[in-house]
């Protein structure tokens, strides 16, 4: 059983993490930077320990002192939420050297699901449908050029290493290629550590619709549901719900079943997100696979009842997912909105100090924060402050609750998109539940455009 868990990352992920310790009796340990010493994060756990300059290479990317804290502490496991080291093999693999339990897959699993060119080559094996593709195997313009012309414009090119939408690119010609090239290529590098490319045909007017699976280390593997993400800026999910409006049941089977596949062909364990695209006449496509907790579980947490925190943390300890417990559940659907720190226009990030920040007390609200008034909010890591989560006896009813409650916020010092997301929230299109991946574009960004 573990007894004390360090939490590799900060803000409302540490925050999260450690409520579900408290509940379970595991004690805790926060890390922290120069810039994070006084964040709310430090104080969320049991003791803190500094491990750092400001800068993520400084801190929280920092295998060498997190693990000698971990040490010097006692921690027998260590949670990496999402982001930083979360999906890193190296890091799991030098936790587990160490004696101390990682709370995720093997490294092994991180390392093939983590290059999307392996993860394809996994999924073409476990017959689950790709998105039709190729990698490139140099950096040449002729061979990209060939590559692109064979699969047939438009194409998404992105970064063999990549994730979070970073390092992808839509290109609908031969001469766009040859401009925006280097460019993905030199943001693989700067982000991924590998100039690795490959190309997908680019679907037209996809869902982006994920599911929740879960692994134990007898080979059991469940689909705890699917998660609706389409309303995404820059290809970083802002709204993401459960579960996915307007989908056929037929559709909804097979996703689940994909996802179980692929899960078990893999040999999956601890909780993983396999993402997919659905299009207009809703073929399914494997899109990449996630090896860690999602920004987005609340969702699937508030409409089954279960702590994915929890499973995680027991999973880990070895006990069967039949073992582990779900709580009774009220409510139908959930929606959550991601809550930056930027402009709701530009999407520019948005530093600062947080002078205000109040939200309504709602029966039907979640709140998953890591900042408080008063903060200053800096440059140095993702401008994403927290989450509102809003239950409701039907889609309609939570959309309405959450709008309600965005209405009622009251922010002050920083910019932040919440302006953007009461738009979606009270659009047409999206009310219907009829939003696909292009919804920020067609009808956020078009329109700002117009107004100029």
Not at 21 to 44: N, P, Q
Not at 221 to 239: A, M, P
Not at 341 to 368: C, H, N
Not at 409 to 429: R, S, Y
Request: net charge negative.
């Amino acid at each position: 059983m573990i007894k004390k868990l360090l939490v590799a990352n900060r803000g409302e992920i540490a925050v999260r993490i450690f409520k579900t310790c408290e509940k379970l009796g595991i004690k805790t340990v926060a890390v922290f930077s120069d810039a994070d010493e006084a964040s709310v994060h430090t104080r969320a756990a049991d003791e803190a320990r500094w491990v750092g300059g400001s800068r993520v290479k400084e801190s929280y990317l920092n295998m060498d002192k997190i693990l000698e804290v971990a040490k010097e502490t006692g921690a027998d496991a260590i949670h990496p939420g999402y982001g930083f080291l979360s999906e890193n093999p190296e890091f799991s693999k030098r936790v587990k050297e160490a004696g101390i339990t990682f709370i995720g897959p093997n490294e092994e699993i991180m390392e093939t699901m983590g290059n999307k060119i392996a993860a394809r080559e996994a999924m073409i094996k476990a017959d689950v449908p790709v998105v039709p593709g190729k990698n490139l195997v140099s950096a040449d313009e002729k061979e990209a050029a060939a590559v692109c012309e064979e699969i047939g414009y438009p194409v998404m090119i992105k970064a063999a290493s990549g994730g979070g939408g970073i390092g992808m690119q839509r290109v609908d010609h031969k001469d766009e290629l040859i401009k925006v090239l280097p460019s993905v290529i030199k943001k693989a590098e700067t982000f991924f550590g590998s100039a690795e490319l490959y190309v997908e045909k680019f679907i037209e007017n996809p869902r982006h619709i994920e599911a929740q699976v879960v692994g134990d280390t007898f080979g059991n593997v469940q689909c705890l549901g699917e998660r609706d993400c389409s309303i995404q800026r820059r290809n970083q999910k802002i709204i993401e719900e459960a579960p996915a409006a307007n989908l056929s049941e037929e559709t909804r089977k097979s996703l689940f079943a994909y996802a179980e596949k692929a899960a078990k062909d893999i040999g999956y364990t601890n909780v993983g997100t396999i993402e997919f695209l659905v299009d207009e006449q809703e073929n399914i496509y494997f899109l990449e696979m996630n090896t860690r907790l999602q920004v987005e579980h609340p969702v699937t947490e508030e409409v089954t009842g279960i702590d994915l925190v929890e499973w995680q943390i027991r999973i880990a300890e070895k006990k069967r997912i039949s073992e582990l417990k779900e709580r009774n559940v009220s409510y139908e659907h959930a929606i959550e909105v991601r809550i930056y720190a930027e402009d709701p226009v530009t999407f520019f990030p948005s530093p600062g100090k947080l002078k205000r920040w109040s939200f309504p007390d709602m029966d039907q609200i979640r709140y998953d924060s890591g900042v408080e008034e008063g903060i200053q909010v800096t440059p140095f890591y993702d401008p994403m402050l927290a989450k509102v989560i809003a239950k409701g006896h039907s889609r309609s009813d939570a959309v309405e609750q959450l709008a309600v409650c965005l209405e009622k916020a009251e922010v002050e010092g920083i910019k932040t998109n919440i302006p953007m997301l009461l738009e979606t929230l009270q659009h047409d299109v999206f009310k219907k539940g009829n939003a696909t991946t292009q919804f920020v574009q067609k009808y956020v960004i078009e329109k700002n455009r117009t107004q100029v």
